[in-house]
Antibody, heavy 128, light 107 residues
Framework: QVQLQQSGPGLVRPSQTLSLSCVIS??????????WNWIRQSPSRGLQWLGR?????????DYAESLSDRIRITADTSKNQLSLQLNFVTPEDTAVYFC??????????????????WGQGTLVTVSS | IQMTQSPSSLSASVGDRVTITCRAG??????LNWYQQKPGKAPELLIH???RLFNGVPSRFSASGSGTDFTLTISNLQPEDFATYFC??????????FGQGTRLEIK
C-alpha cells in the first residue's frame, strides 16, 4: 500500500521560503512509472497543480508557468522523498499543500495526470 | 483548460440519486477524473478515464461523458457520500486542472 507522509512548517513569513517534504512508502521516488506532484488548495484558487518530478533514466521536472520563477521540486533517493520549495512567498501562497502520485497505466487515459495517491495535506499560512 | 462544475452545491437525502456536471473549456476526449474530498482530508480518486471506477469505489458511483461534457451520478446516496466532488482533466498533463468543486450536503 503506497502512502505519502508530509511534513513541514505551518507558518512562513512573507518573502521567505516555503519548504515541505513528502516521504514515500510502498513505492520509490525513482520509479520509472510514476510522477510525483505537488498540488495546493485554497478558497480563492481551488485546487492548483504546482509541479512534478519523475525519473526516466534521468530526472525530469515540470512546473506551473505562473510559479516557474519561484518553485523548485527535488527528489532525495536516500530518504525516498520529494520536496517542495517556494521562494518569496506572499499571503496569496497560503493554502493546504498536497503531494500526490501519478502512475503510468496503459489502460487509463492520462494516467500520469491522474492522482491515485495523496499525502495528508499541510496547511501553510503566510503571515508576519 | 478551464473546468466548470455545476451546481456548486447540492442538497439531497440518503437514498437519493444525484448528478453533478463538469464542462471542459475545450475537448478533452475521455481524459477526465472525479475525486471525492471530505473535510480536512485529501481528495480521493473515484473515477478515471471519464467512466471507470477506481479500485474499491462502490458501484453506486457512475460517470459518463466525452469531449467537453461529463457527469458523475451517485445512486442510493449513503451518509458517507456527503462530501465535495471535483472533476479534473488530464488531457493537458502535466498541467492538470480541476473544477471548482460541488459540495453535496444532507437535506
Amino acid at each position: 500500500q503506497v502512502q505519502l507522509q508530509q511534513s513541514g512548517p505551518g507558518l512562513v513569513r512573507p518573502s521567505q521560503t516555503l519548504s515541505l517534504s513528502c516521504v514515500i512508502s510502498g513505492d520509490s521516488v525513482s520509479s520509472n512509472t510514476a510522477a510525483w506532484n505537488w498540488i495546493r488548495q485554497s478558497p480563492s484558487r481551488g485546487l492548483q497543480w504546482l509541479g512534478r518530478t519523475y525519473y526516466r533514466s534521468k530526472w525530469g521536472y515540470d512546473y506551473a508557468e505562473s510559479l516557474s520563477d519561484r518553485i523548485r521540486i527535488t527528489a532525495d533517493t536516500s530518504k525516498n522523498q520529494l520536496s517542495l520549495q517556494l521562494n518569496f512567498v506572499t499571503p496569496e501562497d497560503t493554502a493546504v499543500y498536497f503531494c500526490a502520485r501519478g502512475q503510468e497505466n496503459s489502460a487509463w487515459y492520462g494516467s500520469l495526470g491522474t492522482m491515485d495517491v495523496w499525502g495528508q495535506g499541510t496547511l501553510v499560512t503566510v503571515s508576519s | 483548460i478551464q473546468m466548470t462544475q455545476s451546481p456548486s452545491s447540492l442538497s439531497a437525502s440518503v437514498g437519493d440519486r444525484v448528478t453533478i456536471t463538469c464542462r471542459a473549456g475545450q475537448s478533452i476526449s475521455g481524459y477526465l477524473n472525479w475525486y471525492q474530498q471530505k473535510p480536512g482530508k485529501a481528495p480521493e480518486l473515484l473515477i478515471h478515464t471519464a467512466s471507470r471506477l477506481f479500485n474499491g469505489v462502490p458501484s453506486r458511483f457512475s460517470a459518463s461523458g466525452s469531449g467537453t461534457d461529463f457527469t458523475l451520478t451517485i445512486s442510493n446516496l449513503q451518509p458517507e457520500d456527503f462530501a465535495t466532488y471535483f472533476c479534473q482533466q488530464s488531457f493537458s498533463t502535466p498541467t492538470i486542472t480541476f473544477g471548482q468543486g460541488t459540495r453535496l450536503e444532507i437535506k
